[in-house]
């Protein structure tokens, strides 16, 4: 079976997590996940605003996205939330 993924338009600034927090879907699963601000630090070259961080989330979406959905195949989860770390991006952008 072919799992289904949705990620609703909703990334916002999460000030907790100094993160930018998007949703997933996949059949009942539920989860959030967060893009830490060092992350986009590390692709922009500078210490970016919260603003810019979502700017660069919705230039990067897609490539985001599918970090996610490959840490949901992989299990790789705490609790029902996925954080994807530089190494993430380092490991989409050599495949």
């Known amino acids: 079976m072919v799992a289904i993924f ?11 997590e100094q993160s930018v927090l998007f949703c997933v879907t996949v ?3 539920e989860g959030s996940v967060f ?3 060092r ?3 590390a692709l922009i070259g500078s210490r970016p605003s919260p603003e810019q961080c ?3 989330y919705y230039l ?11 840490k949901i195949r992989e299990r790789q989860l705490a609790d ?3 954080r994807i770390s ?5 490991d989409l952008k050599g495949r």
Do not use: C, K, M, Y
């Not at 990067?60 to 490959?70: F, K, M, P, S």
């Not at 530089?86 to 380092?90: H, S, V, Y």
């Open 60 to 70: 990067n979406r897609t490539g985001l996205e599918r970090i996610a959905e490959a």
């Open 35 to 37: 893009v830490p601000q």
């Open 39 to 41: 992350v986009f630090q």
């Open 80 to 82: 029902a939330n996925i």
């Open 6 to 16: 949705s990620f609703p338009d909703d990334a916002r600034w999460s000030e907790s």
């Open 54 to 56: 979502v700017e660069h």
């Open 86 to 90: 530089g190494r993430d991006l380092r």
């Open 27 to 29: 059949g009942e699963f």
